[in-house]
Each structure stands twice: as C-alpha cells, then as structure tokens.
C-alpha cells in the first residue's frame, strides 16, 4: 500500500558488504557543494538597527542562522575537512555573531523562552561558546557565563506554561545544552546539573500532564536527559525513573510508540519520526541501556531501527526531525551501540536515497533548506557523520556523554 510519509523500501537489505561508492572522496564533494548552497540562501544578516534585519536569527537552532553555525562547526571538527576548518569557523562566527546580537538586542518577549535550548537564547550562547572556543577567541568565555546565567529561569517547577520540562524550550533543553557543552569543551557546568537545577523526576513527570511518548516536546527526552545525569539523582528518583522508562516501553505498538500515551497507532498513517516516534525513542532506550547495561533496552533500541529501516525514507524532507536523515541517524546509534556493519549499509542506503530523483521529485518543498533539524544542515552533519561512523551522533542530542 501506497504510504502518505513515506517512499516505499526497494534496497536489498545487508548481505555481507558495504557500499563502495560512498567513501570520503563520494561524500566530502556532496558535503562542500551542499554547505555552499546553504550559504547562499542564509537571509542577510543586517546591522542592530532593526529586527527585520536579523530576522533569519529568529528560530534559533531549530530553524534559524544559530543552526547552521552550529553544522560548519561540526564539519569544521571533523579532520577530514581541516583544510576548509577556519573558512567554516569564521562563516560560523559570523553567523552566531548575529544571532547572540539578536538575543541581546531583541531577544523573545517573554524574558523565561529565554532559557530555551532548540527555540532560544540557551542554544544560541551554547553555540556561540563553542564557536568562539573553536576559534581561540576569548568572547568563549562571556558567552558560557551568559548560558549560566540563563539557569536560574529553569528552577521555578512550573515556570513555562507551554511545558517547563520539555526538550525545545524548557529544562531538559537547558540540560541537553550542557551536556553538549561538557562534551564539547571537556568540563563540567557546575550550574547546569539536575541538582541545581532543582530537578526531581517525580516533579518532571508530574507536571507533564500531556503525558506524550515523543522525544521533542515530550517524556522520552526528559527522561533521557535524566539518565543524562543519573549520578545526580536519589536512590528513590533513580528508582523512579528506571520505573518511568519500563513504562514507556510497555506501551510499545509493533516497534512503534503512539503521539499520546493510550492512542492506538494507524499502521498505514502512523508516525515514525524522531520528532514523534521509534526514531526518537530509541534514543532514549540507549541511554537507558548504557547506563544500566540491561539488554532489554538494546532490543528496543534495535526494534526502533527496524520500524525505521521500514518505513523511515520519509517525504517530508531531508532534515534530522521529521526527515530521513533523522531516520537515517538511527542506524548510526546502532551501529555504534553494536558493531553491527549492518546498520552502517542501511545509514548508506539511506544517504543514497537523499540524492534520487524519487526523492526529490517526491519530497514535500522545504521552506528552509538552510534549517538544523528541517533541512540540509542537518543532513551535511549526518553526512560527515557517515564519515567518521565512531563518533556519529544525533546533533545537539548525544547519548555518549
């Protein structure tokens, strides 16, 4: 039957050998042309002296400028590309520049989204650190102290109407950011942990009275960015979360989780994104099994991939959110988690498909193709992945730290 999400899988599945065609000398030239074309549709970035000329800084790392500061510093770290490192450091600079401008100067009206991960001013000082940090340039400094400063907004339990804990705007977000940042720059944020943060997960569960599966807006990754900082949590909290994962596993539909907790899933028009869905999830039953080490999580992380290798060739794009690279990163994890090449053939396969004519003719428009999670910053950063398969991660969104 003919799927409305998503093209139908014709690859032979792995049999033994990877594909030959997509070494670095394939992938670095398809990486370098599609970053250009990104360059060239970036929205001029204007002087302080009106909003509209910084409004490509709007969206942040979801979908603004922020995001693709953040792709040319990935690539820039990858040493494949160190030729082209301070060229990208310096287009990355450049934008993140505008983007800190923005924040200072216009920043959201509501002063509490400031704190926002994905949607806000959190993500942007975030990514600013790292860039400046990449580069030598003290400003590293002052942007990591606006990001700690940005904690004290996230200790009030209810402090976000929206959703306080949830992973694009509130707490999670602000505590997936520091776990980049630790990664990143190989220290602690004493201010960014569960603890002062004032972090109970019988608080975070309770007030996230929309009880979703997802993993962008909902207990999936809130439960992963506990796991996160498991070493900061209670005895009776550690007890509480590990309860909390064992009940979202068992709400599992034939490798796939519904929207909202109880929904039955429509198999020919479910959701199998990491926004909403297996690809998502999975995450999270990693962290689950890298900190506990019990197998169960492994086999539900590797039942997400196989709903994924199904019917993860997504026509809403080519981005990590509700896109296949986003999909395609799931094979990543695995194969990380695993050894297994398998997973590396099926992310090839994946990549191959992204430049089909299926699926360009066949894709939804995008109305950004500069966009981190939406269009194909997102996708240059799972093809360098692709690259350097041992430390392919999801971006901004690691399980490994």
């Known amino acids: 039957m003919d799927s ?8 032979d599945d792995y049999k033994g050998s990877l594909l030959a065609g997509q070494c670095k000398e394939a992938v670095m ?31 942040s790392l979801y979908g603004g400028v922020a995001g693709v500061a953040y792709m040319l510093y990935h690539v820039a770290q990858c040493p494949l590309f160190a ?3 301070e060229s990208y450091l310096r287009a990355a600079k450049r934008l993140v520049d505008a983007c800190v401008r923005y924040e200072e100067d216009w920043g959201e009206a509501d002063a509490d989204t400031r704190a926002a991960f994905l949607l806000g001013g959190a993500g942007v000082y975030a990514v600013a650190t790292l860039v400046y940090q990449a580069l030598g340039l003290p400003d590293w400094a ?8 940005l904690c004290d907004l996230c200790v009030p339990l209810t402090f976000l109407e929206c959703g306080s804990d949830e992973l694009f705007v509130g707490r999670a977000g602000y505590l997936c950011a520091a776990l980049v940042l630790k990664q990143k720059l190989g220290m602690e944020m004493h201010q960014a942990t569960g603890e002062n943060v004032g972090y109970s997960p019988l608080n975070l569960i309770s007030s996230n009275c929309q009880l979703r599966d997802w993993a962008a807006h909902g207990l999936s990754s809130i439960l992963q960015m506990l796991l996160s900082y498991y070493e900061y949590l209670s005895p009776a909290d550690q007890d509480l979360v590990w309860q909390s994962v ?27 994104h990491w926004c909403h869905g297996a690809p998502g999830i999975a995450y999270m039953f990693a962290k689950a099994y890298l900190v ?3 197998p169960q999580y492994l086999d539900s992380c590797i039942r997400c991939g196989e709903l994924t290798w199904e019917k993860g060739l997504l026509k809403k794009g080519p981005g990590i959110c509700h896109g296949v690279a986003g999909s395609a990163y799931v094979f990543l994890l695995l194969y990380r988690l695993t050894g297994n090449s398998k997973y590396m053939y099926r992310a090839q396969r994946f990549a191959e498909f992204l430049f089909t004519e299926e699926f360009k003719a066949g894709s939804r428009a995008l109305e950004s193709i500069y966009s ?3 269009g194909f910053s997102g996708t240059v950063c799972f093809l360098v992945d692709l690259l350097q398969p041992n430390q392919a991660e999801f971006p901004l969104y690691s399980v490994f730290v």
Do not use: Y
């Open 246 to 272: 064992d009940f979202l596993m068992d709400q599992e539909q034939n490798c796939n989780w519904p929207p909202e907790l109880g929904e039955m899933i429509e198999r020919e028009n479910e959701l199998v």
């Open 142 to 149: 002052r942007s990591l102290g606006k990001f700690r400063a």
């Open 372 to 374: 981190l999670f939406e």
């Open 83 to 85: 030729p082209e490192r």
């Open 29 to 59: 030239p398809l990486v370098a042309a599609t970053i250009d074309r990104i360059l060239k549709e970036v929205p001029e970035l204007g002087g302080h002296e009106a909003a509209s000329g910084l409004g490509g800084c709007q969206g």
């Open 4 to 11: 409305k999400r998503c093209f139908p899988n014709r690859f």
């Open 292 to 294: 506990s080490k019990k």
